[in-house]
């Protein structure tokens, strides 16, 4: 078996593995697990063949302050449906993701990440052209909780929350289109 083979087998298994540690705990107290699904479209100053990148795990490091993904496979800056990579998160540990579509000619990209005990989410991404200089993004997150906490977390996902990602994506995206450089890290 490959290392590529087990790590699809690994990740394919997280949220089974979460959700069964789940269930084990709620022994002594039921989990009812919430979810939630957002959509919003920004729209950004630059071709669609020049926005598009910057949607891949290694290029989105350009426009997003503390952005740093640890590609496990394939290594190296290439997308690839089934590529895995980890982010640490802040507070919350570390995140393990998937590329679970890559299709260029269609301008999509879509994700599964997993913080095991907490949340699974699933990220669709398409761009359209909206023009020769302007792209059309729409973003669909659907976060699901894996336990009481990610719970706690998936009630504050509300759309004003959505809405204020969205326009931060926007803004930094834009930015990194006029000027070439990210947006200052937020303290």
Known sequence: MTLHTILLCLFAALPVLSLA???DKSQASPFTAKSVTQT??????????????FFGPVREKEWAPGWNPQIVFPIGPEIAEGMVF???????GIAYW??????PAT????????????LAVRIQIACRAAGDQQT???VTYQHTALS??????????????SEAKMAHWQHAINHLLATGKRIPSEH
Do not use: W
Request: glycine content about 6%.
């Open 21 to 23: 540690l789940a269930a």
């Open 86 to 92: 980890t982010v640490q998160q802040d507070k919350n």
């Open 148 to 161: 009481d906490a990610g719970n706690q977390i998936v009630e504050q996902l509300d759309d004003k929350a």
């Open 107 to 118: 301008h999509t990209i879509a994700y599964a990440n997993v913080i095991p005990g907490l």
């Open 98 to 103: 998937m590329v679970t579509r890559f299709d």
């Open 40 to 53: 919003g479209t920004i729209h950004l100053n630059g071709a669609i063949h020049r926005v598009f990148p």
């Open 136 to 138: 059309d993004v729409t």
